[in-house]
């Protein structure tokens, strides 16, 4: 347990200026090679808190600390090389075709002014045939379906060669199977040691998947642990403020029921 | 052994057809060197066909040396028509590249492929003052002689740029999204057009020069003029260029580029100055050229795809070309008279441009 995590978020507080206190005191430790799960209902801090990770937002009080450093006094080109993120959806394209968006993950090693090196190429070419989406390179964004232009973003987050890779609502347009096929994808990157925390709405999905869940309710931790722990009756009526039933499968999956809705919720 | 070579050789070759690297670095040259030679003739063509006299491209080649080296005293008739014709085309190469280069700038921060420096209110800001200055002789209390053949140029810079100031403050006021930039620009702009028609419609004798500027011109361009317009194209062009990649970066969206390592603020904000600066310099000289910025950088990223390190020299060289072309029509299409080139650029742009967009329109509904 003296091992070293990987992410260590030490009492976290961030306010806009608008006065809106998006986290309150959020404190947790990830090890690396898991798919940690963000849950909580919209508005809870899930997408502040990610932001404020990577450090897209400055934080109010606190630390975030990689493998043991603060990233605090660090640039963002060195935090691009610690985490990469996944947005949950991507603007406009303005022409780039797949093979390009995937090249732009390799920004933050990029020493030439113009060109990249045969090794970015080397790399990018093996992550979009990981990720299946070889035969799209030449396509711009817009010919692409919504699962498509999911991997596209995870390809182009990987490449960024990163410890830490934050996904935000990657499911979130997508049908059944692509729900899967995303989960599985994500799976396959944590089984090369990368760790990925993504926000997700699905909690039957999330049990399912991930081997760690991180609860939040306004802005606070509710709870960190084993899905299958953590997911129960009581919390999910605590958090979102609905009658779930939760109970398991023949095959030992957790699945959640939402029934009806008990008080205001938790926003 | 030799089926061994045979199978390296093969895995040579495919290897280096299927680099993307290397194929777009090919491309990028291929349309570069094709569109620097498509620029170079038109430049001689240029040179050739005048008012006075028709010259071989021969004459024009042999002489154009000797021409720029003599000032004025004993040089032949060719020289003469060289010399008179070199700033004018020289001046709307500089033009047509300053003005495209800076949309492309503009739209790849702003995300939005309407924009370009009429959107953005810099046209209107350079037009207004360039008009106080001709129409009213307006010398900024005093400060700027008005006889100073410099002072249309230097007031048309200063609108440019009090315009473009505006617009910026009040669209990162108001949450600098794409839309906040394009109101604030069209805002900004329609004050600005307001009052120019007003003083134009109280100029009276001076009202039809001030409405000429407004469309632009490149008859009356001086030697000196044309070297305070090719400097900054030559530079501010190559800054702009040597940012490619962070322009096809910021493409992704502000928070993307910024978690990739970008200081977006920061690169934002000098891109968008230099692109201003740029725009307010190629106009204050020949008067407001429209369309161009918007057009040329479509043109090219619908041909040649999305990625800056083509698109730039992509627009460098069809921006100086077109507007050769359409500096040399406004003498053409009737004869003894000259159109304003700005009506060119729109009756040639428009027109091609509506053919474009018909066939490769989809391509913005990302």
Redesign the interface.
């Known amino acids: 347990m003296d091992e070293i995590p990987l992410l260590e978020v030490r009492h976290l507080d961030k306010s806009y200026d608008n006065k809106y206190h998006a986290n309150r005191d959020v404190s947790f430790k990830l090890q690396s090679g898991l798919l940690v799960g963000l849950i909580g209902p919209n508005g809870c801090g899930k997408t502040t808190l990610m ?1 404020c990770i ?3 937002q400055p934080i109010t009080s606190g630390d975030i600390l990689i493998d043991g450093e603060s990233i605090l006094p660090k ?7 610690l ?3 996944v ?1 949950a959806e ?8 797949v ?3 995937v090249m ?2 390799r ?2 090693y ?1 020493q030439n ?6 090794k ?2 080397t790399i ?2 093996d992550a979009l045939k990981n990720f299946n989406i070889y035969h799209l ?1 030449d396509r ?3 010919m692409l379906s919504s699962g498509e232009r999911q991997r596209v973003m995870i390809a182009k987050a990987y490449v ?1 060669n990163s410890k830490l890779m934050l996904v935000d609502e990657p499911t979130s347009h997508l049908d059944i199977r692509y729900k899967l096929n995303i989960m599985e994808c994500l799976k396959a990157l944590v089984e090369q040691n990368m760790t990925i925390l993504v926000a997700e709405h699905d909690i039957s999905m999330m049990a399912r998947y991930c081997d760690l869940c991180i609860i939040m309710k306004s802005g606070e931790l509710i709870a960190v642990g084993n899905p299958k722990e953590v997911i129960t009756e009581s919390l999910i009526r605590d958090v979102y403020g609905i009658d779930a039933s939760v109970s398991t499968d023949k095959d030992g999956e957790i699945f959640v029921i939402p029934k009806k809705v008990v008080g205001n919720g938790g926003i | 052994m030799i089926s061994d070579n045979i199978f390296r050789f093969k895995q040579l070759i495919t290897k280096k057809n299927n680099s993307y690297i290397k194929k777009k670095k090919r491309r990028s040259t291929f349309v570069f060197v094709i569109g620097l030679v498509f620029l170079f003739t038109i430049f001689v063509v240029s040179l050739c066909i005048g008012s006075s006299v028709i010259l071989s491209p021969i004459d024009v080649l042999s002489n154009l040396l000797s021409a720029m080296e003599k000032n004025g005293e004993d040089m032949t008739t060719i020289e003469v028509a060289i010399n008179l014709r070199l700033p004018r085309a020289l001046s709307a190469m500089g033009v047509g590249i300053g003005l495209s280069v800076a949309g492309v700038a503009y739209q790849a921060i702003i995300r939005n492929p309407l924009v370009d420096s009429y959107i953005l209110g810099v046209s209107s800001g350079a037009g207004t003052f360039a008009i106080g200055s001709i129409a009213y002789g307006f010398t900024f209390f005093g400060l700027i002689s008005s006889n100073s053949p410099f002072a249309v140029a230097i007031f048309a810079i200063i609108g440019g740029l009090l315009a473009f100031f505006l617009t910026i403050i009040l669209a990162q006021r108001s949450g600098s999204t794409t839309t906040s930039y394009v109101l604030s620009g069209v805002i900004v702009g329609l004050v600005f057009s307001t009052i120019q028609t007003i003083m134009i419609i109280f100029a009276r004798d001076e009202a039809l020069n001030a409405v000429l500027w407004l469309f632009g011109s490149f008859a009356q361009v001086t030697k000196l003029e044309t070297i305070c317009i090719l400097i900054p194209v030559v530079i501010l062009t190559t800054v702009i260029m040597c940012f490619s990649k962070e322009l096809n970066l910021v493409l992704l969206g502000e928070r993307e580029s910024q978690q990739m390592g970008l200081n977006v603020k920061r690169f934002n904000t000098v891109i968008l100055i230099f692109a201003s600066v740029l725009t307010s310099f190629c106009i204050a000289f020949v008067g407001i050229v429209g369309l161009v910025g918007l057009i040329i950088p479509h043109f090219c990223r619908m041909l040649f795809g999305g990625d800056h390190r083509i698109v730039i020299p992509a627009s460098i060289v069809f921006g100086g070309s077109l507007m050769m072309i359409s500096d040399l029509l406004t003498t053409m299409i009737i004869p003894g008279l000259e159109l304003p080139v700005g009506a060119i650029t729109i009756l040639i742009g428009a027109p091609v441009f509506a053919c474009l967009l018909f066939k490769r329109g989809k391509f913005y509904n990302g």
């Open positions: 932001r990577n450090k897209i640039t963002s080109a060195e935090v691009a090389k985490i990469s993120n947005p991507i603007t406009a394209s303005f022409g780039l075709t093979f390009e968006i732009l993950g920004y933050p990029l002014i113009w060109w990249e090196t045969e970015d190429e990018v070419t390179k711009t964004i817009d960024q």
